[in-house]
């Protein structure tokens, strides 16, 4: 129980401590840092491995660059993540798109396409 505490806690210190280089620190052009926000992070139970769901807004071609640059600042990220949570071992870190809220626009748009013609068809009747 103490133990799935510990890696729900470092799990939203590292989401805080990676928005915030977003915002500040990662200097590369390709991560825009308005466009990109972390939606998730999740930690083994061994404090080894973190996936950081990653949002990016844009074209896929800037999509595809962003996840480019957020690769290439992994190391970065590791090494200060490990500093500031005073951690033993750092963990590996692995950036991962999020897409979950495109998918929810998607689904209510059909929705919502469904309800018209619905609508629709009923004002025929």
Known sequence: MATSRRVARVAELIKREVSNM????????RVGAGMVSVTEVVVSGDLQHARIFVSIYGTEEARTETMEGLEAATGFVR???????????????????????????????????LSAERAAKESLT
């Not at 977003?22 to 052009?29: C, G, P, R, T």
């Open 22 to 29: 977003l915002l500040h620190e990662i200097k590369d052009d």
């Open 79 to 113: 090494r200060e993540i490990g500093q500031r949570l005073s951690l033993r071992r750092a963990p590996e870190i692995l950036f991962q798109e999020d897409r979950s809220f495109e998918r929810g626009v998607k689904v209510l748009s059909l929705l919502n396409q």
